[in-house]
Every structure is written in structure tokens, then in C-alpha cells.
């Protein structure tokens, strides 16, 4: 269960009926990690490929990895009412009853921590600790371009917002991805929970970012908004290949064992 095959999954059905790919390596015995990827990403691709699960294992966890709904093995749901904040916290719930875990750490990147806040103010002693890689305050997503990257989609528009494009090549570059269903989801998240000096969770957080990360700063006035945050620079990554650190890997896996 330490190499980097990838592990076969197992469909959870979520409250609203979309089926959600879950991932289960290393002892049931041992504390429980819930890693969560970021936008356009996977289970497989964000923690299993880059060694999350391997190192994990080998500390001591027990690891639940889940797709998020329009990612990966998952249902892809191409309405925006599908993408709601409340949902993606739904599923989190929803994994952990059916794994029957009533206490575990959460590690989850960009998107994937997004929602760990939300699920860390909502779900009380059920996250005890938290790790939140490539989190700025407020919403990221507003600049994105919903017309534009439709228009795109449907008809080979050339998208010129930088932001747009950049998430939509992104979204290409995972085989498997469904471009629609992942515009869907920006549109969704709009204007929704969002994380913030007043609505800190107040479990154990370790923030981390890339030094080469624009939101770098953002990250690091978020953590010293948290009651009990802390921080962590990625030394030499941006948003897109901080994942892939291993000092950021070891520097998680040394506050979730604390």
C-alpha cells in the first residue's frame, strides 16, 4: 500500500445523489488523514502521484482521499447548482459516515482548502487539525470569466483574460477532466462562504504557501487571523507544484503527528 500504484476506488453516494470517489490506504487502526485536492486535480494526481500518501502511511495515518464532485472517478454534474459550498462540505460529511470515522485531520490544497475551512467551522470536533495549503482570504474565483471560458468551450473562442485562460489550461492538462462540469463549479462557488478574519475555525491550522505564490502574503495575514494558525512558506513553489514539496510534506505530517 506504499507504492504509487493507484489504489482502486469506492463510490460513495453523496446527499443529493452524486456518487464521490473515495481512496483508502494504510491501517484502519491508525489516526485518520482526509486529504482533499485542489481545482482541476484528483486524489490520485494531488496526493498519491506526488507522495502524500506514501509518507502518510509511513508516519503512522490511516488515509482517506476523496474526488471531489465534478473531479476524477466522481460524478460530473455539468449545474452550477451542483457546486454549492454547502454540498462540497455535504460530502465530506457524507464520506466520513460511511468510512465510519468520527474524528480525523484534514489536509486539503487551493480548492480542497477552501472547503477544509468551511468543514472545520461547521463539523466541530470531528476535524480536530487542519492543514490548508494555497489559501488566500476572500474568493479567487471572481475574476474568472464565466461567458468567456463557455464560449470557449462551445465554440474555440480565444479566451483573453489571463486568469480565465490560465485555469482553463490547467483543467486541460488532467486527462480525464471535464471542462464544463469544472466552469460549472467557479460558477457555483460564487459568492458563497468565504474565508476570512471573522469566520476562522478554531482547531489547530497549519497554513502553507508557495514563496513564489502570488497570494503568498494573503495566506500568511489569513494564518495570523486564525486563533491557533501557523504558517509555513514552500520554499521555491508557486500555487501549481507546491503539492509536489517535500518539505511541505514534511512539515504537514510533523504537525498532524504533534
Known amino acids: 500500500m506504499l507504492h504509487r500504484t493507484a489504489p482502486e476506488h469506492r463510490f460513495v453516494p453523496s446527499l443529493d445523489g452524486v456518487q464521490l470517489a473515495t ?50 472517478a466522481s460524478d460530473k454534474p455539468h449545474s452550477p447548482d451542483a457546486y454549492t459550498m454547502e454540498l462540497l462540505v455535504g460530502d465530506v460529511e457524507a464520506v466520513l459516515d460511511a468510512y465510519l470515522l468520527t474524528e480525523v485531520r484534514y489536509v486539503g490544497y487551493s480548492l480542497g482548502a477552501r472547503v477544509g475551512w468551511q468543514a ?92 513564489e505564490d502570488s497570494i503568498l502574503d494573503a495566506s500568511r495575514a489569513l494564518a495570523e487571523a486564525t486563533p491557533n494558525g501557523g504558517f509555513f512558506e514552500i520554499p521555491g513553489r508557486n500555487h501549481f507544484n507546491a503539492p509536489t514539496s517535500r518539505p511541505f510534506r514534511e512539515a504537514a505530517i510533523e504537525f498532524l503527528k504533534a
Not at 506514501?54 to 471531489?68: E, K, S
Not at 486527462?175 to 462557488?189: I, R, T
Open 23 to 72: 481512496y483508502e490506504l494504510g491501517d484502519p487502526e491508525n489516526p485518520t488523514v482526509f486529504v482533499v485536492h485542489g481545482f482541476a486535480s484528483s486524489a490520485i494526481a494531488n496526493w498519491h502521484a506526488t507522495g502524500w500518501t506514501r509518507d502518510l502511511t509511513r508516519a503512522g495515518f490511516h488515509v482517506i482521499g476523496i474526488d471531489q464532485r465534478g473531479h476524477g
Open 120 to 211: 472545520a467551522r461547521e463539523m466541530g470536533g470531528r476535524i480536530t487539525h487542519a492543514v490548508l495549503g494555497g489559501i488566500p482570504d476572500g474568493d479567487p474565483l471572481k475574476r474568472f470569466q464565466i461567458a468567456d471560458a463557455r464560449a470557449h468551450l462551445e465554440h474555440g473562442t480565444e479566451v483573453t483574460d489571463r486568469l480565465t485562460g490560465i485555469f482553463l489550461e490547467m483543467a486541460k492538462a488532467q486527462p480525464g477532466n471535464d471542462l464544463a462540469a469544472l466552469v460549472a463549479l467557479v460558477e457555483g462557488m460564487r459568492g458563497g462562504p468565504q474565508p476570512g478574519p471573522t469566520n476562522a475555525p478554531t482547531q489547530p491550522v497549519l497554513f502553507a504557501t508557495g514563496s
